[in-house]
């Protein structure tokens, strides 16, 4: 017990409901479920992030969504420490599949982070809204 | 001259849905882009110049060519003046490319107001829809502006990884907050007018990391304004000629994610267009206002004009490197957003006036440079953590 409370708290951050639109839809309805989708594009094969319904490396080819196991390395991140919440990590991930993600790093102290270090996807509940991925150390 | 026969409309397409339940505003920004661009037998890549108004969701066209991925973009206008926008930029594509700007300009228009499409002129920031109802804002608003991304995490964010790849420090990044606030003791407006020291940069709070406190401008009230005139003009007024020699502009976005580096900036391209039309290098440069948002914004820009090698930057700043008389490259001479002024959280044309007063010999003394000639003004908007637009002009005294 006493060792949990000498340690800094974990980072938590409310999150509030995201915008949904007709294109990104797909992605939410599969993030309730606890999926974590991503796009590729069927003509010239790259995965991007943010999800879009054309492709854009290439010339417009048409995307696809495929489920990803929603893991990568930290690229960069900072701890804001401005905050009514006490503080929190925002940062971006960089997929195994290759795209760079904007997330917020979760259940780690918030001087427990380092560029490089492995971290996986999972889902955070928001207020009226679909539950939004951020990411945590594995 | 004239526009009279200096370009060409050769590409035109009307998209043929007049309800669009299922298809976002980006998308259809999208759908035009490429049908315009199939009439034309162009592709996305030779898109130079991009043209939208306000029913572009998000950021003066930094989110449109984000998602469409437009990576050669190096002219934009987003002049808004409603249904008439898109003549408007006809007129000032044709500017733009009589002027060598740009070759291919492409002039977007899309919105869904049978299904409660964003109204155009709507913020960056503009509110999520109801609970449960969809929503047709900016593309990328659902995946990042949930994160509580600010400018002092995003820029922390470039500031962490540039320190990870080239070992820069904090002391380093500190210095750049020394130089300015040199420079503001002597600026009877400045908001901050006290010296600081390294010492009290790096202890002061941290704000996010690894920026603290005083690695961050000011925020302050105000403006300002600039009057720009023909040769002819210029010839009949008193005032010192301050020239326009050479200006660039670029965005930068992640432009879907793959090899994000968030380790510089547009000034890689904005700055090399503008010394390129101006035929100078920037070791020719006598002063620099340098945008100044942050410590790290002036330590990627100053390597991205190439005043240093990249990475090199908190070598070039370290002692002095960029105070008025002391330093390579006297920057900010009126203390720049870190201690001076950063109205409305718009530093750029604080950025220019400096310039002004430098080449006009009428900074003030104690941080005037000496037969100052030649300056370039920079600058970065939007945010170096995800999308922005860098701009520079070079600036000429005309004896």
């Known amino acids: 017990m006493s060792e949990t409370q000498d340690r800094p708290a974990l980072m938590t951050r409310p999150i509030p409901a995201p915008a949904v639109s007709v294109e990104t839809k797909p992605f939410w309805d599969a993030a309730a479920e606890g999926r974590f989708l991503i796009k590729r594009c069927v003509a010239c094969g790259k995965a991007h992030w943010y999800p879009r319904a054309y492709c854009p490396f290439c010339d417009g080819g048409e995307t696809v969504w495929e489920e990803s196991p929603g893991e990568g390395v930290i690229y960069t991140?900072?701890?804001?420490?401005?905050?009514?919440?006490?503080?929190y990590a925002i940062?971006?991930?960089?997929?195994?599949?290759?795209?760079?993600?904007?997330?917020?790093?979760?259940?780690?102290?918030?001087?427990?982070?380092?560029?490089?270090?492995?971290?996986?996807?999972?889902?955070?509940?928001?207020?009226?809204?679909?539950?939004?991925?951020?990411f945590a150390p594995v | 001259m004239s526009i009279k026969g200096k370009a060409y409309i050769m590409g035109a397409y009307e998209?043929?849905?007049?309800?669009?339940?299922?298809?976002?505003?980006?998308?259809?920004?999208?759908?035009?882009?490429?049908?315009?661009?199939?009439?034309?037998?162009?592709?996305?890549?030779?898109?130079?110049?991009?043209?939208?108004?306000?029913?572009?969701?998000?950021?003066?066209?930094l989110s449109m060519i984000d998602y469409m991925g437009l990576k050669?973009?190096?002219?934009?206008?987003?002049?808004?003046?409603?249904?008439?926008?898109?003549?408007?930029?006809?007129?000032?594509?044709?500017?733009?490319?009589?002027?060598?700007?740009?070759?291919?300009?492409?002039?977007?228009?899309?919105?869904?107001?049978?299904?409660?499409?964003?109204?155009?002129?709507?913020?960056?920031?503009?509110?999520?829809?109801?609970?449960?109802?969809?929503?047709?804002?900016?593309?990328?608003?659902?995946?990042?502006?949930?994160?509580g991304g600010s400018t002092h995490n995003t820029y922390g964010m470039c500031a962490m990884r540039h320190m990870y790849e080239h070992g820069t420090t904090?002391?380093?990044l500190a210095w750049i907050k020394v130089a300015a606030s040199h420079h503001a003791q002597w600026n009877e407006h400045a908001f901050l007018k006290d010296v600081v020291t390294v010492e009290q940069v790096v202890n002061s709070r941290m704000i996010s990391d690894p920026l603290h406190l005083l690695d961050c401008c000011v925020v302050t009230d105000g403006g300002g304004a600039l009057i720009v005139t023909s040769p002819e003009i210029a010839r009949t007024l008193k005032r010192p000629k301050v020239k326009i020699i050479g200006a660039g502009e670029a965005p930068k976005s992640p432009l879907g994610g793959q090899g994000l580096d968030l380790t510089y900036s547009g000034a890689v391209w904005s700055g090399p267009?503008?010394?390129?039309?101006?035929?100078?290098?920037?070791?020719?440069?006598?002063?620099?206002?340098?945008?100044?948002?942050?410590?790290?914004?002036?330590?990627?820009?100053?390597?991205?004009?190439?005043?240093?090698?990249?990475?090199?930057?908190?070598?070039?700043?370290?002692?002095?490197?960029?105070?008025?008389?002391?330093?390579?490259?006297?920057?900010?001479?009126?203390?720049?957003?870190?201690?001076?002024?950063?109205?409305?959280n718009r530093g750029g044309i604080t950025k220019v006036i400096e310039a002004v007063r430098q080449l006009r010999g009428e900074a003030h003394p104690k941080v005037q440079v000496k037969n100052c000639d030649l300056?370039?003004?920079?600058?970065?908007?939007?945010?170096?953590?995800?999308?922005?637009?860098?701009?520079?002009?070079?600036?000429?005294?005309?004896?």
């Open chain 2, 170 to 172: 904090s002391e380093q």
């Open chain 2, 15 to 61: 998209h043929p849905l007049r309800d669009a339940p299922d298809t976002s505003t980006p998308q259809l920004h999208m759908e035009c882009a490429l049908g315009a661009l199939a009439d034309a037998g162009l592709s996305k890549d030779d898109v130079d110049g991009y043209f939208c108004a306000g029913d572009a969701p998000g950021f003066g066209g």
């Open chain 1, 91 to 134: 940062g971006y991930v960089t997929l195994d599949e290759g795209p760079a993600v904007l997330t917020n790093f979760v259940g780690v102290a918030p001087d427990g982070l380092a560029i490089g270090m492995r971290v996986k996807v999972q889902f955070q509940p928001t207020e009226g809204g679909p539950p939004v991925p951020v």
């Open chain 2, 273 to 344: 267009r503008a010394f390129a039309e101006a035929g100078v290098k920037p070791a020719d440069i006598k002063y620099a206002s340098i945008y100044d948002s942050f410590t790290i914004t002036v330590l990627m820009q100053i390597e991205d004009l190439g005043f240093c090698e990249k990475g090199q930057g908190g070598r070039f700043v370290s002692d002095g490197g960029l105070i008025s008389g002391v330093g390579k490259l006297p920057f900010n001479t009126d203390g720049g957003g870190l201690c001076n002024n950063h109205p409305t």
């Open chain 2, 375 to 399: 300056a370039i003004a920079h600058g970065t908007g939007g945010s170096l953590g995800t999308r922005h637009a860098s701009a520079t002009v070079v600036l000429e005294r005309e004896a």
């Open chain 2, 72 to 147: 050669n973009v190096r002219h934009m206008d987003s002049t808004e003046t409603g249904g008439s926008s898109y003549i408007v930029h006809v007129g000032h594509a044709a500017q733009a490319i009589a002027a060598g700007k740009c070759q291919v300009a492409l002039i977007t228009l899309a919105g869904r107001p049978r299904h409660g499409g964003a109204r155009p002129g709507g913020s960056m920031r503009g509110p999520a829809a109801a609970p449960g109802a969809l929503s047709d804002g900016p593309p990328e608003a659902g995946f990042e502006n949930i994160y």
């Open chain 1, 77 to 87: 991140y900072s701890v804001m420490h401005r905050s009514p919440s006490g503080p």
